[in-house]
């Protein structure tokens, strides 16, 4: 591997047709997909949430089902449930939404913690369990995620051990002057969405997902990984440190990064650039940490001014 995997450079100029002015966003978004991680995207209504993830859908020929979440969606309504049919009088299994290759579940955080909790098997184990029987998922099934932040009016927050299954969470933030006037003359006549076409498969993502797997991660590098995971868990000013499901995500992360920069190795670079997204959600500050205004990517930063590579 020399130069920049075309598959990734192709997906990125889709999304970039709908997002604009968001590159280095854009790049860590996909970077996760690639790494076979789910994405949480964090932001307030009208930014483009739900706009990437369809950008994303199009983008790639798979099946793609999108989940409005309200207070009164049930699990059933995620996963599916088993039906009754009169003429054979048996119950067979009714697949829900969920049983697709990418899953938006759109506003997650709108919905109560128990129907949030249905996506809790389908994101670690990539299977749904009904009536006690296991159903597997997409080989490439991937959950994509919008939500408001907490303090908005009718959010649930959500609960740790979900937050945790996602390899990041992302914010788009509001556009530039310059950016937004470009979406407004693009969208004069039509959304940039209908001109969308996809460029990779489902086989396609497959076997890039099977060869992130396969970037070398050194000794170096693994040290340097695990000194930052370290260093979450003795912090005083965390009640909560990273997890081992958070210490496989920022090395998968770590991979991804370098396969798209189109290196067949991991440098420490590649664990510092994706460290924030990777681990600022799954931290808990302490209470009075929080009340003073100190972000958990502040946090993570002074680890990484601290923390030297051993030679």
């Not at 993502?205 to 797997?213: D, G, H, L, S």
């Not at 590649?270 to 997204?277: G, L």
């Amino acid at each position: 591997m020399d130069q920049v995997p075309p598959i990734f450079v192709n997906i990125l100029a889709n999304l970039e047709k709908v997002i604009h002015g968001k590159t280095s966003i854009l790049q860590n978004f996909l970077i996760c997909y690639f790494a076979g991680g789910h994405i949480l995207l964090e932001d307030v209504p009208g930014v483009g949430k739900t706009t990437l993830a369809k950008a994303l859908a199009l983008s790639v020929q798979c099946t793609y089902h999108r989940v409005q979440f309200t207070p009164d969606l049930m699990p059933a309504d995620i996963t599916g449930s088993m039906i009754y049919h009169p003429k054979t009088s048996e119950f067979q299994f009714r697949p829900g939404p969920i049983f697709s290759d990418i899953f938006l579940a759109d506003e997650i955080n709108r919905a109560s913690p128990r129907t949030q909790s249905a996506l809790l098997e389908a994101m670690n184990e990539w299977q749904v369990s009904i009536e006690g029987n296991a159903t597997p998922l997409s080989k490439v099934f991937t959950v994509l995620a919008t939500q408001n932040p907490v303090a908005f009016h009718g959010t649930y927050p959500l609960p740790e051990a979900q937050i945790d299954r996602f390899y990041v969470r992302l914010t788009l933030g509001y556009p530039q002057r310059e950016d937004e006037i470009k979406m407004l003359q693009q969208q004069q006549y039509q959304h940039p969405l209908t001109t969308l076409h996809a460029v990779a498969d489902v086989a396609t993502i497959f076997e890039t997902r099977e060869m992130v797997k396969g970037i070398k991660v050194g000794e170096r590098v693994l040290q340097y990984l695990l000194d930052i995971i370290e260093k979450s868990r003795h912090d005083a000013r965390l009640k909560l440190g990273i997890s081992p499901r958070g210490t496989s995500s920022l090395y998968r992360l770590a991979q991804a990064k370098a396969w798209s920069q189109g290196r067949a190795y991991v440098i420490p670079d590649d664990v510092k650039d994706v460290a924030e997204v990777a681990l600022c959600h799954r931290l808990i500050p302490d209470t009075k940490v929080r009340h003073s205004g100190i972000a958990t990517e502040e946090i993570i930063q002074d680890w990484l001014k601290q923390i030297k590579v051993s030679i």
